[in-house]
């Protein structure tokens, strides 16, 4: 963590504010899924590097292997055989964590400091605070974070948030052989990304766009979608936001309920003070 | 103090059986406050840290869903809500302001007893059944993600609701000199039987009576 640590946006169960004085870049992952050729070599460079091994799975009659994220598989290659327009497309989407400036997760965690989100944006589990509650499972619109039947810790992609810290790329970019994924500052990112949907567009994907869903406050992982306008084609959700159910069970209600049982206590103890107990005046005279 | 004269209200086993409630519920209201606000997050160290607060937590629960069940099966036909319940209800100044003597004839149980009992059986269903859906790693993995956040959000309010009406049924008992004997020691003097639940010391005497 080191000079890391001075940088956090937010803390799970964190009422105060965590250091952020310095004010980072803000980085993002673009994932131009038009260039994407489903060779998984990011799905191998994020095990090599976060040293991580799936057991080998059973064949599903389909590419995705393994066919969904786990404990062990921060990223994995999902593909889809679509027909938008009538015409048989192989869409090839790269999934994992989405790293929300709004994060679910993080908002659901219990447990201080389980997850946090650096200044420059990745939202990060430290397993070591992690309570293995599954709540972050709960909260997250994407359905990322999986609980390792090992240890019972909460697992996801972490943005290679080591390799940033120190200036270098993700390990998923690093490898990257078609230029699909690209990172830099989210700025950067958003730029280039404007390039690459002219040139979609030009090609006839009239509805080429970005998925960066303001929902969630905008994400430091983002696409380039063929066909923005449906992004349940690539699996996505369409406007993801933090679930109600969510924001009611962690927004105002819990301090408020708090307050609610402190007053009941406090309302008790002053109801003593004023008019006193309730007692039975014969078993007094009987004692005496 | 005439010891022949004193009134059994509570049987040993009624006895137990309300305070292993009771100590499960303490423990439960704790890990579950704990996990409830990071205010509360301090509590975990009285279970061992945080892993071990979210492991024991709903086996505790387990076990005092099943002696809760003990206690409601026993005391149930006691708590039936009638019509001078209504007028006890309405007349809840005079409760809170020591004028017993004002009140309708109160039976086993008065109302406030009553609609606390069933507030505590609704709750208890509930935690049960949403706890049961937020149980990692066992359960939680076989409900879809919507029942689940419904789950999480139906257990705070049950645990805040039964937070609040235990706070309550605790200071009734310190307020109402004797309660706290009557659970402790299974009995309670004539004068408490009558000044408190007139009905019922009635029902009790003249039963002796007939012996």
């Given at each position: 963590?080191?000079?890391?640590?001075?940088?956090?946006?937010?803390?799970?169960?964190?009422?105060?504010?965590?250091?952020?004085?310095?004010?980072?870049?803000?980085?993002?992952?673009?994932?131009?899924?038009?260039?994407?050729?489903?060779?998984?070599?990011?799905?191998?460079?994020?095990?090599?590097?976060?040293?991580?091994?799936?057991?080998?799975?059973?064949?599903?009659?389909?590419?995705?292997?393994?066919?969904?994220?786990?404990?062990?598989?921060?990223?994995?290659?999902?593909?889809?055989?679509?027909?938008?327009?009538?015409?048989?497309?192989?869409?090839?989407?790269?999934?994992?964590?989405?790293?929300?400036?709004?994060p679910?997760?993080?908002?659901?965690?219990?447990?201080?400091?389980?997850?946090?989100?650096?200044?420059?944006?990745?939202?990060?589990f430290?397993?070591?605070?992690?309570?293995?509650?599954?709540?972050?499972?709960?909260?997250?619109?994407?359905?990322?974070?999986?609980?390792?039947?090992?240890?019972?810790?909460?697992?996801?992609?972490?943005?290679?948030?080591?390799?940033?810290?120190?200036?270098?790329?993700?390990?998923?970019?690093?490898?990257?052989?078609?230029?699909?994924?690209?990172?830099?500052?989210?700025?950067?990112?958003?730029?280039h990304?404007?390039?690459?949907?002219?040139?979609?567009?030009?090609?006839?994907?009239?509805?080429?766009?970005?998925?960066?869903?303001?929902?969630?406050?905008?994400?430091?992982?983002?696409?380039?979608?063929?066909?923005?306008?449906?992004?349940?084609?690539?699996?996505?959700?369409?406007d993801?936001?933090?679930?109600?159910?969510?924001?009611?069970?962690?927004?105002?209600?819990?301090?408020?309920?708090?307050?609610?049982?402190?007053?009941?206590?406090?309302g008790?103890?002053?109801?003593?003070?004023?008019?006193?107990?309730?007692?039975?005046?014969?078993?007094?005279?009987?004692?005496? | 103090?005439?010891?022949?004269?004193?009134?059994?209200?509570?049987?040993?086993?009624?006895?137990?059986?309300?305070?292993?409630?009771?100590i499960?519920?303490?423990?439960?209201?704790?890990?579950?406050?704990?996990?409830?606000?990071?205010?509360?997050?301090?509590?975990?160290?009285?279970?061992?840290?945080?892993p071990?607060?979210?492991?024991?937590?709903?086996?505790?629960?387990?076990?005092?869903?099943v002696?809760?069940?003990?206690?409601?099966m026993?005391?149930?036909?006691?708590?039936?809500?009638?019509?001078?319940?209504?007028?006890?209800?309405?007349?809840?100044?005079?409760?809170?302001?020591?004028?017993?003597?004002?009140?309708?004839?109160v039976?086993?149980?008065?109302?406030?007893?009553?609609?606390?009992?069933?507030?505590?059986?609704?709750?208890?269903?509930?935690?049960?059944?949403?706890?049961?859906?937020?149980?990692?790693?066992?359960?939680?993995?076989?409900?879809?993600?919507?029942?689940?956040?419904?789950?999480?959000?139906?257990?705070?309010?049950?645990?805040?609701?039964?937070?609040?009406?235990?706070?309550?049924?605790?200071?009734?008992?310190?307020?109402?000199?004797?309660?706290?004997?009557?659970?402790?020691?299974?009995?309670?003097?004539?004068?408490?039987?009558?000044?408190?639940?007139?009905?019922?010391?009635?029902?009790?005497?003249?039963?002796?009576?007939?012996?």
């Amino acid at each position: 963590m080191a000079l890391q640590s001075l940088d956090i946006e937010r803390r799970s169960a964190t009422t105060t504010q965590p250091p952020d004085q310095r004010q980072p870049l803000k980085v993002a992952k673009l994932i131009d899924i038009s260039k994407c050729i489903g060779c998984k070599a990011c799905q191998s460079a994020c095990m090599e590097w976060n040293d991580l091994r799936e057991a080998v799975g059973t064949n599903t009659g389909t590419y995705d292997n393994p066919r969904d994220l786990s404990e062990n598989s921060w990223t994995v290659m999902k593909f889809f055989e679509v027909e938008p327009d009538g015409k048989l497309e192989w869409l090839i989407r790269k999934d994992g964590c989405m790293h929300c400036a709004d994060p679910g997760c993080l908002k659901a965690c219990p447990s201080p400091g389980a997850i946090v989100q650096y200044s420059n944006g990745i939202v990060d589990f430290h397993e070591e605070n992690c309570i293995g509650c599954g709540y972050c499972v709960t909260g997250c619109p994407f359905n990322v974070p999986r609980i390792s039947k090992k240890d019972g810790k909460a697992y996801k992609c972490t943005l290679c948030s080591d390799r940033v810290s120190v200036g270098l790329e993700p390990a998923c970019i690093k490898t990257c052989p078609t230029g699909a994924l690209v990172f830099g500052s989210k700025e950067d990112m958003i730029d280039h990304a404007e390039e690459r949907i002219a040139d979609l567009k030009e090609r006839g994907y009239q509805k080429a766009g970005l998925y960066d869903p303001p929902g969630v406050g905008g994400t430091h992982v983002m696409y380039v979608l063929q066909h923005a306008d449906r992004p349940e084609l690539y699996g996505l959700p369409n406007d993801p936001k933090i679930s109600p159910w969510v924001s009611v069970w962690k927004g105002a209600t819990k301090p408020l309920a708090l307050i609610v049982l402190g007053l009941a206590a406090l309302g008790s103890f002053f109801h003593y003070v004023k008019v006193g107990p309730n007692e039975v005046e014969e078993d007094q005279k009987e004692r005496t | 103090m005439n010891k022949d004269n004193l009134i059994e209200r509570y049987e040993a086993s009624d006895r137990i059986n309300h305070w292993l409630v009771a100590i499960t519920f303490i423990l439960l209201a704790l890990s579950g406050l704990a996990l409830f606000h990071p205010s509360m997050f301090f509590l975990t160290n009285l279970f061992g840290g945080g892993p071990w607060t979210r492991i024991l937590h709903p086996f505790i629960g387990l076990v005092m869903f099943v002696a809760f069940a003990g206690l409601a099966m026993r005391f149930w036909r006691h708590n039936v809500l009638d019509k001078k319940d209504e007028q006890w209800l309405k007349q809840w100044e005079d409760v809170i302001n020591n004028r017993e003597d004002k009140l309708p004839e109160v039976g086993r149980y008065n109302a406030g007893q009553k609609v606390l009992f069933w507030v505590m059986v609704g709750c208890l269903a509930v935690l049960l059944v949403s706890g049961i859906v937020i149980w990692r790693p066992y359960f939680t993995p076989a409900f879809n993600i919507t029942v689940v956040r419904i789950a999480v959000l139906l257990h705070a309010i049950a645990a805040f609701l039964l937070i609040l009406g235990i706070i309550v049924h605790i200071y009734a008992a310190i307020w109402v000199k004797g309660s706290v004997r009557a659970m402790m020691r299974g009995y309670v003097t004539p004068a408490w039987a009558k000044k408190h639940h007139p009905a019922w010391y009635k029902e009790v005497t003249s039963s002796r009576g007939r012996q």
